[in-house]
């Protein structure tokens, strides 16, 4: 099934400029095109048409993975009363008695935050097969990282980021064919205001065609 999702503006990612009231057209897991709304639905009027608020980008990569993944503990929210809302770590996290079924339900929390903030990726190497199998199971690429990256651990992709240093690929440019559809929608009216105000403007995630994560 064709699908063009469109936004108010489309940055790709690369040198090419946004792209006010453009669209993606979406082919089962690829993405088909890139172009202005108008010029995408008239060359296929049979699409379904998504239309999103604000700036759809290429997906996020996160640079934290074995920190937000293998060094937290998501608390399920049945568990709140006792443990709160926040992730756990260092002392906090060496209370717990975690065992593989534990980890893999807490990735599990994990990667849907990741996904609401618009990160289609992680860097870093994971080792808890839970959580490896979490990772996979979403859809969610692993890129080697050569460096730990500076900071606190966060899902906000773009704290301290900018848009091109925390994308994992540009939009193929026009004639390219094969990519996945791969992408994020955020509810901000350009890239400096997503990069002011961060991934947790997310909207919608889509990871090779597959709408994994919109905001209710």
Do not use: K
């Given at each position: 099934?064709?699908?063009?999702?469109?936004?108010?503006?489309?940055?790709?990612?690369?040198?090419?400029?946004p792209?006010?009231?453009?669209?993606?057209?979406?082919?089962?897991?690829?993405?088909?095109?890139?172009?202005?709304?108008?010029e995408?639905a008239?060359?296929?009027?049979?699409?379904?048409?998504?239309?999103?608020?604000?700036?759809?980008?290429?997906?996020?990569?996160?640079?934290?993975?074995p920190?937000?993944?293998?060094?937290?503990?998501?608390?399920?929210?049945?568990?709140?009363?006792?443990?709160?809302?926040?992730?756990?770590?260092?002392?906090?996290?060496?209370?717990?008695?975690?065992?593989?079924?534990?980890w893999?339900?807490?990735?599990?929390?994990?990667?849907?935050?990741?996904?609401?903030?618009?990160?289609?990726?992680?860097?870093?190497?994971?080792?808890r097969?839970?959580?490896?199998?979490?990772v996979?199971?979403?859809?969610?690429?692993?890129?080697?990282?050569?460096?730990?990256?500076?900071?606190?651990?966060?899902?906000?992709?773009?704290?301290?980021?900018?848009?091109?240093?925390?994308?994992?690929?540009?939009?193929?440019?026009?004639?390219?064919?094969?990519?996945?559809?791969?992408?994020?929608?955020?509810d901000v009216?350009?890239?400096?205001?997503?990069?002011?105000?961060?991934?947790?403007?997310?909207?919608?995630?889509?990871?090779?065609?597959?709408?994994?994560?919109?905001?209710?």
């Amino acid at each position: 099934m064709l699908t063009i999702h469109a936004a108010d503006l489309v940055i790709a990612g690369d040198r090419r400029p946004p792209l006010p009231g453009g669209a993606v057209l979406v082919d089962g897991r690829e993405l088909a095109a890139v172009g202005p709304y108008e010029e995408l639905a008239a060359a296929h009027p049979a699409a379904r048409t998504r239309r999103w608020p604000g700036v759809l980008t290429p997906g996020l990569l996160n640079p934290y993975g074995p920190e937000l993944l293998e060094a937290a503990y998501h608390p399920d929210p049945r568990e709140a009363d006792e443990l709160g809302t926040e992730p756990l770590t260092g002392e906090a996290l060496a209370g717990l008695a975690m065992t593989e079924a534990r980890w893999g339900a807490s990735a599990r929390r994990g990667v849907r935050l990741l996904l609401a903030h618009g990160a289609v990726a992680v860097a870093g190497d994971l080792w808890r097969p839970a959580v490896v199998d979490a990772v996979h199971r979403a859809g969610l690429s692993v890129e080697q990282r050569f460096e730990d990256p500076a900071g606190p651990a966060t899902f906000d992709s773009l704290a301290g980021r900018s848009l091109p240093e925390a994308i994992t690929l540009p939009l193929p440019p026009d004639g390219v064919t094969g990519t996945d559809a791969t992408f994020a929608v955020f509810d901000v009216p350009d890239e400096a205001a997503l990069v002011e105000r961060g991934a947790g403007t997310c909207v919608a995630t889509v990871l090779a065609g597959r709408l994994v994560h919109r905001r209710r």
